[in-house]
């Protein structure tokens, strides 16, 4: 049977924790973290989203500012509305949920943020830190969650080979880039134009799948001793919620595979949460999150 790393908890017990450094930080007089949430549009999936980062923000004391936008905005509006909370002294965050809607630019948007309120991490700026390995860049934050769950279930990188499925912005190229840091593992990032899949993932020691279709990594893609991290959310017509891998083949076979739900996603929010602090902190004079020290 393998271990089955359990985002769900590891997420509620990080989120204790944080909830106690905000009251930490209101007990000393400070004013609470503050969190700008914009969602343009009506999309389901981005609505059940926002809702639960807003939710994980109320849980641990940061105060989440909701900017509900119709589809029809223009791009020069939005970016009018970030430039107005670049300049709020008390808006710690900005988060623009994605994806925006076809008439609206989002390279631009993420370069309209002030790289310091850039809570996901994909402002070029922020991005480029982590490529130079740059410890005081804000991580996006679900590579951020992979990270802090190995650490946590004590995955060993040192000389192990890494493959990451899946290139991009939000997660393969960042993921790859933070197991590059350290130069601990060695790292293959793979894609739609991959010649030979499973010629690379049956290589991985550590496995990471961030392509969003369902089954696409098999049993016999994997080694038995691999440690399987599934980031893909497919919706399947019967309702179910799976990833990208065959859980229930891979479930007896390897050493340890994260679930969907249950896996990365709540790691997900939870770094949304750290990187929120993280901001805070900067601004408060307070050292780096020790969450964020890879
Ligand atoms: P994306 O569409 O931006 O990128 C997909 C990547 O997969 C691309 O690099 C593409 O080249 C690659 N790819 C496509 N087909 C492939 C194939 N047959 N073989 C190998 N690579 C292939 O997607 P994304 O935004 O990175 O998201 C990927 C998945 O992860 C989606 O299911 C998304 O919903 C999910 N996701 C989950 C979380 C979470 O918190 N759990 C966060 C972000 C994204």
Redesign the pocket.
Known sequence: MSLILNGKDLAEKIKKELKKEVEGYISKGLRKPALAVILVGEDPASKVYVKRKKEACEYVGINSLSFNLPESITEIELIELIGKLNGDEDVDGILVQLPLPSHINTQNIIESINPDKDVDGFHPLNMGKLATGMSSGIIPC?PLGIWIMLKHYKIELFKKDVVV????N???KPMSLLFLKNEEATVTV???N?KD?KSQTTKADILIV????PN?ITEDMVKDDAVVVD????RLENGRLVG?VDFEALKNKVSAITPVPGG??PM?VVSLLINTLTIYRKKHGFSVHPLTEI
């Open positions: 679900t499925v899946g290139a991009s939000i997660v393969g793979c894609h739609r991959t899949l961030a392509v969003g279709k696409l980031v893909g959310i497919n990208d990365v996603g997900t």
